[in-house]
Structures are given as structure tokens and as C-alpha cells.
């Protein structure tokens, strides 16, 4: 079960009371510690649940499919040009980015569930440039999809999941590296200005194949899990309303407004976002909300 105090707005760190702020930056140092620890840890084998696929490998049959036989279209049409308004270098303070315009208030109920397996590196302000969509493919409250993350071994997890009631959990610390994109389609590190730095550790990262070689997203990236099954209807409005507010709460956190994305962009053949969500994906990305 997760940590009972969750909920907590204040941390007990060795006897003394933090506020959520110093709470925050204690854990963001622990997570930057343990990432820089080498790891014997064996790779995971991808996994499916009723709770949430694992967000790197979902599903595993349509990656192998394409790796036998490559789709011919080119990359998704909303990475047609993501480096457009990025500068050369593929760094420094957004990287470029625009402006974060005024949106709605940023939640003030975001729920913490920090795991430290979860940490994978430093992400600073400097190297943030996307935030990435995802659903988990699967039906459980995002407590459940962090358990379930956290139990089976294979480190990956978002930053954050969004539940259809509209409650928002958070599992890794803004300025950490999270595994939620996982590899993705050969080219599209330089594609999308994300080189491979070596601030992302890899641990538990699993090579699926020549088509799939690029692994930079992560580290320049917050990811949203949304508890969402593809095909099985619209999403709640109060989860779209929680999406929206989130978004605004990370655009305030960096000072601009990161490029929005969705998995099956990172990585085609993906099923995330869901056919019915690309109304709201294209609307994200043209004026930060979903309506």
C-alpha cells in the first residue's frame, strides 16, 4: 500500500518538521543521489496489469510487429518541426520555449507519493522542454497504478497521475528525471533536441529493438499518465479539468510553457494518447487547455 502519510503537507525528515518546500528539496537530493549510484539490478521484463501498463512499454506486441516491419509514414504529424522554437544547442532555460501564458489556477490538492525508485537523474529548469501525455491503459486510481509501479520491479513511472475523479498524485519530483517515455523511434533524439547526456541513468532500461534506439526524452521531459483504457469512451471532465490546472502548475514551476506531446509521438506504434483524445491533444497543444 502506498506511504500513509501521503497526504502529508508536512514531511518529519530526522525529528524536525519541513515545510512542503524544503520537504521537496531534501527528497529532490535524495533522488539525485541514488540515481548517481550504480545499479546491479537486472533488466525488467515488460509487464502488463489490471492496474496500468508500464508506461515505457506498452504494448509489447505492436513494438515487435513494427520492429519486423517498420511503418513507412514519417514522424507524427505534432513532431513534424519540435525544435522550431528551440535553440541550437538543445539547452538553457526552456530551451527556448515560449512564454508561459495565464491559465487556470495550479491544483493546490496534488497528492505526494514520492518513491525513490522512481529517481533517475537531475532535471533542472535548464533541460525541461516537454511535457508528454499518456494513458495507462488501465482502470485503477492513481495510487494503485503508483503501487503497482513501484512493486513490479521495473522503475518506470510519469511525475504524475491523473485520476477520472480528477485527483492528481505525484510520484517523482519535478526537476528528476522519471522513465516514462522510454526508447523511442531511432532519430528522434536529434529530432526533438534531446540528446543523451548521461544525466539519465537507465537503470532497469530494456533495448527493444534497432528501430526504437533513442532514449533522450526522459530527461528533458514531465510526463502525465491520464487512467484512461483506449476505446473505452471519453475521458471525465473533471480529469480533463485536473489536466488542464496541472499543466498550468508546471508552466508557473519552470517560468515557461514546455511543448506538449503525446507518447505515440516519442515513440509510433504507441497506443497513448487514445484516438479519442486527439481533440483534446491538438487543443493542449494550441491554447493549454483542453476545451
Not at 515488460?46 to 509514414?73: C, F, H, N, R, Y
Not at 503497482?148 to 475523479?165: A, E, I, T, Y
Request: charged share 20%; aromatic share 8%.
Amino acid at each position: 500500500m502506498p506511504p500513509s502519510n501521503r497526504n502529508d503537507k508536512t514531511t518529519h525528515v530526522a525529528g524536525a518538521n519541513l515545510t512542503r518546500r524544503e520537504a521537496l528539496l531534501v527528497l529532490g537530493v535524495a533522488c539525485a543521489s541514488l540515481a548517481g549510484c550504480s545499479s546491479s539490478a537486472q533488466p525488467e521484463q515488460p509487464q502488463a496489469s489490471i492496474t496500468g501498463m508500464p508506461v515505457e512499454d506498452k504494448p509489447q506486441a505492436e513494438l515487435q510487429a513494427q520492429e519486423q516491419a517498420p511503418a513507412e509514414g514519417a514522424a507524427s504529424s505534432d513532431a513534424a518541426a519540435p525544435e522550431a522554437a528551440l535553440k541550437s544547442d538543445g539547452t538553457g532555460a526552456g530551451a527556448g520555449a515560449a512564454a508561459a501564458p495565464k491559465a487556470p489556477a495550479a491544483p493546490a490538492d496534488i497528492q505526494e507519493d514520492y518513491r525513490s525508485g522512481f529517481c533517475h537523474g537531475s532535471k533542472t529548469a535548464a533541460y525541461q522542454k516537454y511535457i508528454v501525455l499518456h494513458d495507462t491503459e488501465g482502470d485503477s486510481d492513481p495510487d494503485s497504478v503508483i503501487s503497482w509501479w513501484d512493486s513490479n520491479g521495473n522503475l518506470v513511472s510519469s511525475h504524475f497521475v491523473v485520476g477520472k475523479d480528477g485527483t492528481i498524485f505525484q510520484c517523482v519530483p519535478l526537476d528528476t528525471i522519471a522513465h516514462h517515455a522510454g526508447y523511442g523511434d531511432t532519430g528522434h533524439n536529434a529530432l526533438y533536441g534531446v540528446p543523451e547526456d548521461g544525466r539519465d541513468d537507465m537503470r532497469a532500461s530494456v533495448w527493444i529493438g534497432s528501430n526504437f534506439a533513442d532514449y533522450g526524452m526522459n530527461a528533458y521531459s514531465v510526463g502525465i499518465e491520464m487512467v484512461h483504457i483506449g476505446g473505452s469512451g471519453g475521458y471525465p471532465e473533471a480529469q480533463l479539468n485536473a489536466v488542464d490546472s496541472l499543466i498550468a502548475h508546471i508552466d508557473a514551476y519552470y517560468g515557461f510553457a514546455s511543448r506538449i506531446i503525446d507518447h505515440k509521438a516519442w515513440r509510433s506504434g504507441n497506443s497513448d494518447t487514445s484516438p479519442e483524445f486527439a481533440t483534446y491533444l491538438a487543443n493542449y497543444q494550441d491554447h493549454r487547455t483542453h476545451n
